[in-house]
Nanobody
């Protein structure tokens, strides 16, 4: 079993940066791909980024366009999402997730464990 806790959300002005963290419990986290998703009010949950368990492969949603960077430190059981050049449309609850089954990491249906989410609000 893996438990995930996100932190680092908050209010930031347009063009600013935030760094999200996802702290995991459970020794198996290090062997799972990890992903970040977001959900804005009234919208479906959207893929943001994912990383293989080794950290050797990364994937990003089309809207990211070089602004976000996913990383992980398996020694600390923690994943990160560095977000730069934030826009008001990035406002959402951001979730981290871990995939025990692998597969299409851009799809939320391939993730088995989810955090509770952290709110990111970008003001214009």
């Amino acid at each position: 079993q893996v438990q995930l806790v996100e932190s680092g959300g908050g209010l930031v002005q347009e063009g600013g940066s935030l760094s999200l963290s996802c702290a995991a419990s459970g020794r198996t986290f290090n062997s799972y791909p990890v992903g970040w998703f977001r959900q804005a009010p009234g919208k479906a949950r959207e893929f943001v980024a994912a990383m293989s368990w080794t950290g050797g492969s990364t994937y990003y949603g089309d809207f990211v366009k070089g602004r976000f960077t996913i990383s992980r430190d398996n020694a600390k059981n923690t994943a990160y999402l560095q977000m730069n050049s934030l826009k008001p449309e990035d406002t959402a609850v951001y979730y981290c997730a871990a995939s025990a089954r692998g597969g299409q990491l851009f799809s939320m249906y391939f993730y088995d464990y989810w955090g509770q989410g952290t709110q990111v609000t970008v003001s214009s």
